[in-house]
């Protein structure tokens, strides 16, 4: 504290220095808190990384008003504000540390602000400076109170933040006790500086959660996703000043949430598993034992079975009232219904997989939807009709418009990577530009190395039987070099490639879709469309092959330079040579991962972390672990 005293003085001397006009906050010095006066500090090394991003700040906003200081007040307005920043307010039961560097997060549940999304620094600055910002617009020094008491709009902000945990967020971060308790001991006998130190502290955090529920958290790319570019589309500051005086908080609120409709399901969903979290016991089910069981087996966990399912409506509680010990008829049905929503094949057995999912805890469900939301709120507004691709759920959307309805969207299952961290399909955006019909195969040398050219040391003949041919070259007119040991060395040591000619069994298949990526990751046909009948379709060695890609040409073709129907796309794909067909607009298409869904007709769908990404997002987020017995807030 006595450095800031010290610099302040000593610059005050400079008559011809000029400084920010921060907000003019009547502080008394004789009513600051000694823990404020000693934890203000600058001298450790936080405080100083965060007077240094306050004065970048400062420069940036030259087009500001400016004020020359003059007098102990307005060095002791200027002190009080900085260290109102920089400092920390010490309760009784939480602890607010204001922080600009981004990378410094308290600790979870600690009560403290977290979550700075980086986003929103890099796009206006630090968060001092948005205080800042938010503050000018004001007309009055004091944005959330009136008369020494809360207005009736902080009041409502707090009840936001409050319920936080609706929004798939936690309200310690936003010290949503902390400014409960005191907006309740506010009143017009309160001096000056608690009702700054309340002011300040509310905006600091509706200014986070307001970036936090439309931007997320973290920054997507330390989720594992690659965003094109970042965002700019909410005037923050705009949004937080607006709150202080709008008739109604909740509806200015829901114009920073993202606009997804399927955002919304889930949001909504959010609320009933919770409440189906608060009954620790409804997933503990009695085990069937070392066999799977069918259809008038006996179990004596059924009636428990039928609880859970009732509660998750997957079984009518008219067909609920049966209470024998055996797999019924509508046992079996109910177990199909949940089967589906989960990923699993429906066939209405009891068998390891399903047992799992039924049994695994509410909380984690809660879990599954929080990070899902969070991953919600990592995307852009559509401007153009996408294609997006859930990883954990196996299939591919093809919208119609830029409005996520079910009714406009084709859908079709897909296979993705193995959950080899080398081989799993990378979660990033792109730009489909090209279908080509009856493709080459250009063979990763990953698979040459590790997997051709061993087979060639035991099958000489490999190459011929899989209508593999060696190139020199990267252009689908290289020429072709003879299969010889000269050449296998080549191979090795990458002066030649390999590539699978087009036909009925090319890895490929008859088609494929090129979105241009540094993965070299595309969607494509496949002869092996047996794989489609299984549950879990994690197959390819990173691309997404497409089940039904007539169908996906027939969409994608809509954007090329001349007419295409079912009928031209089928003989291109037997035609006896290649074509590659250049779309005369692009379209999105989004590599996504989220392990819950929550449909129009009401279901909610979770599916497995097949990579682990909800696990790191947890870690990411500093997010206490799921214990099965309260539902995580």
Not at 149 to 177: H, K, M, S, W
Not at 245 to 271: D, I, M, Q
């Given at each position: 504290?006595?450095?800031?005293?010290?610099?302040?003085?000593?610059?005050?001397?400079?008559?011809?220095?000029?400084?920010?006009?921060?907000?003019?906050?009547?502080?008394?010095?004789?009513?600051?808190?000694?823990?404020?006066?000693?934890?203000?500090?600058?001298?450790?090394?936080?405080?100083?990384?965060?007077?240094?991003?306050?004065?970048?700040?400062?420069?940036?906003?030259?087009?500001?008003?400016?004020?020359?200081?003059?007098?102990?007040?307005?060095?002791?307005?200027?002190?009080?504000?900085?260290?109102?920043?920089?400092?920390?307010?010490?309760?009784?039961?939480?602890?607010?540390?204001?922080?600009?560097?981004?990378?410094?997060?308290?600790?979870?549940?600690?009560?403290?602000?977290?979550?700075?999304?980086?986003?929103?620094?890099?796009?206006?600055?630090?968060?001092?400076?948005?205080?800042?910002?938010?503050?000018?617009?004001?007309?009055?020094?004091f944005l959330w109170s009136s008369q020494g008491r809360p207005t009736q709009q902080a009041r409502a902000v707090i009840g936001i933040l409050v319920a936080a945990d609706t929004f798939g967020l936690e309200p310690d971060d936003y010290a949503?006790?902390?400014?409960?308790?005191?907006?309740?001991?506010?009143?017009?006998?309160?001096?000056?500086?608690?009702?700054?130190?309340?002011?300040?502290?509310?905006?600091?955090?509706?200014?986070?959660?307001?970036?936090?529920?439309?931007?997320?958290?973290?920054?997507?790319?330390?989720?594992?996703?690659?965003?094109?570019?970042?965002?700019?589309?909410?005037?923050?500051?705009?949004?937080?000043?607006?709150?202080?005086?709008?008739?109604?908080?909740?509806?200015?609120?829901?114009?920073?949430?993202?606009?997804?409709?399927?955002?919304?399901?889930?949001?909504?969903?959010?609320?009933?598993?919770?409440?189906?979290?608060?009954?620790?016991?409804?997933?503990?089910?009695?085990?069937?034992?070392?066999?799977?069981?069918?259809?008038?087996?006996?179990?004596?966990?059924?009636?428990?079975?039928?609880?859970?399912?009732?509660?998750?409506?997957?079984?009518?509680?008219?067909?609920?009232?049966?209470?024998?010990?055996?797999?019924?008829?509508?046992?079996?049905?109910?177990?199909?219904?949940?089967?589906?929503?989960?990923?699993?094949?429906?066939?209405?057995?009891?068998?390891?997989?399903?047992?799992?999912?039924?049994?695994?805890?509410?909380?984690?469900?809660?879990?599954?939807?929080?990070?899902?939301?969070?991953?919600?709120?990592?995307?852009?507004?559509?401007?153009?009709?996408?294609i997006i691709v859930n990883i954990p759920e196996f299939r591919l959307f093809a919208f119609n418009t830029t409005a996520d309805r079910a009714a406009s969207i084709l859908q079709m299952p897909v296979i993705v990577g193995q959950t080899y961290?080398?081989?799993?399909?990378?979660?990033?955006?792109?730009?489909?530009?090209?279908?080509?019909?009856?493709?080459?195969?250009?063979?990763?040398?990953?698979?040459?190395?590790?997997?051709?050219?061993?087979?060639?040391?035991?099958?000489?003949?490999?190459?011929?039987?899989?209508?593999?041919?060696?190139?020199?070259?990267?252009?689908?007119?290289?020429?072709?070099?003879?299969?010889?040991?000269?050449?296998?060395?080549?191979?090795?040591?990458?002066?030649?490639?390999?590539?699978?000619?087009?036909?009925?069994?090319?890895?490929?298949?008859?088609?494929?879709?090129?979105?241009?990526?540094?993965?070299?990751?595309?969607?494509?046909?496949?002869?092996?469309?047996?794989?489609?009948?299984?549950?879990?379709?994690?197959?390819?060695?990173?691309?997404?092959?497409?089940?039904?890609?007539?169908?996906?040409?027939?969409?994608?073709?809509?954007?090329?330079?001349?007419?295409?129907?079912?009928?031209?796309?089928?003989?291109?794909?037997?035609?006896?040579?290649?074509?590659?067909?250049?779309?005369?607009?692009?379209?999105?298409?989004?590599?996504?991962?989220?392990?819950?869904?929550?449909?129009?007709?009401?279901?909610?769908?979770?599916?497995?972390?097949?990579?682990?990404?909800?696990?790191?997002?947890?870690?990411?987020?500093?997010?206490?672990?799921?214990?099965?017995?309260?539902?995580?807030?």
């Amino acid at each position: 504290m006595m450095m800031i005293v010290s610099k302040a003085w000593s610059l005050q001397q400079k008559k011809t220095h000029e400084f920010w006009k921060f907000p003019t906050l009547p502080f008394e010095t004789s009513a600051m808190p000694a823990s404020t006066k000693h934890k203000s500090s600058c001298a450790n090394e936080r405080g100083q990384r965060n007077m240094a991003s306050l004065k970048t700040n400062a420069n940036r906003m030259a087009e500001r008003p400016m004020l020359r200081m003059r007098g102990s007040g307005a060095v002791i307005r200027f002190l009080c504000f900085i260290a109102l920043l920089l400092g920390s307010i010490r309760t009784s039961d939480a602890t607010i540390v204001a922080t600009t560097d981004k990378t410094a997060f308290p600790p979870a549940g600690s009560g403290q602000l977290r979550h700075w999304s980086p986003l929103l620094g890099a796009l206006e600055g630090d968060e001092a400076g948005l205080v800042r910002a938010i503050y000018d617009r004001g007309n009055s020094t004091f944005l959330w109170s009136s008369q020494g008491r809360p207005t009736q709009q902080a009041r409502a902000v707090i009840g936001i933040l409050v319920a936080a945990d609706t929004f798939g967020l936690e309200p310690d971060d936003y010290a949503a006790n902390l400014l409960t308790t005191n907006a309740s001991q506010l009143n017009s006998e309160s001096s000056q500086t608690q009702r700054s130190q309340f002011d300040i502290l509310l905006t600091r955090a509706t200014l986070r959660f307001i970036s936090n529920v439309h931007y997320g958290r973290i920054d997507p790319r330390a989720g594992g996703f690659e965003l094109a570019e970042s965002r700019n589309d909410l005037d923050i500051v705009t949004t937080v000043a607006s709150l202080a005086s709008s008739l109604n908080v909740g509806e200015v609120v829901a114009t920073a949430e993202p606009h997804f409709y399927h955002y919304a399901l889930l949001k909504s969903a959010l609320r009933f598993y919770r409440l189906l979290a608060a009954n620790s016991g409804i997933t503990k089910l009695t085990p069937g034992g070392n066999r799977s069981l069918h259809l008038g087996d006996h179990y004596m966990g059924a009636q428990v079975l039928r609880e859970l399912l009732v509660a998750e409506r997957d079984l009518s509680e008219t067909d609920a009232e049966a209470t024998g010990q055996t797999l019924d008829a509508a046992l079996v049905g109910a177990l199909k219904h949940f089967q589906l929503r989960h990923g699993l094949t429906p066939d209405g057995t009891l068998g390891p997989s399903t047992f799992t999912a039924l049994s695994t805890p509410m909380a984690q469900r809660v879990r599954q939807i929080e990070l899902t939301l969070e991953r919600w709120r990592w995307l852009p507004a559509f401007t153009v009709a996408p294609i997006i691709v859930n990883i954990p759920e196996f299939r591919l959307f093809a919208f119609n418009t830029t409005a996520d309805r079910a009714a406009s969207i084709l859908q079709m299952p897909v296979i993705v990577g193995q959950t080899y961290p080398s081989k799993r399909t990378p979660i990033f955006v792109g730009a489909l530009k090209y279908v080509v019909f009856r493709p080459y195969w250009d063979v990763p040398r990953s698979i040459t190395l590790n997997e051709i050219l061993p087979a060639l040391r035991v099958h000489p003949d490999y190459m011929q039987r899989n209508n593999f041919e060696i190139v020199r070259g990267e252009g689908d007119d290289s020429p072709i070099v003879k299969p010889t040991p000269e050449a296998f060395a080549a191979l090795a040591a990458g002066q030649v490639r390999v590539r699978q000619r087009p036909g009925d069994d090319n890895a490929l298949g008859l088609i494929k879709f090129l979105f241009p990526n540094a993965h070299n990751v595309y969607m494509h046909s496949t002869p092996a469309h047996q794989l489609f009948l299984v549950s879990k379709r994690a197959f390819s060695h990173g691309c997404i092959r497409v089940s039904d890609p007539v169908a996906l040409a027939n969409y994608v073709l809509q954007k090329a330079p001349t007419p295409w129907d079912e009928s031209r796309i089928v003989a291109a794909m037997h035609d006896d040579k290649s074509l590659r067909v250049e779309l005369r607009e692009s379209i999105p298409v989004f590599i996504l991962y989220g392990t819950a869904m929550a449909t129009e007709d009401g279901q909610v769908q979770f599916f497995d972390d097949i990579y682990g990404h909800d696990r790191k997002l947890e870690a990411l987020l500093s997010l206490r672990p799921v214990n099965g017995l309260v539902a995580p807030r």
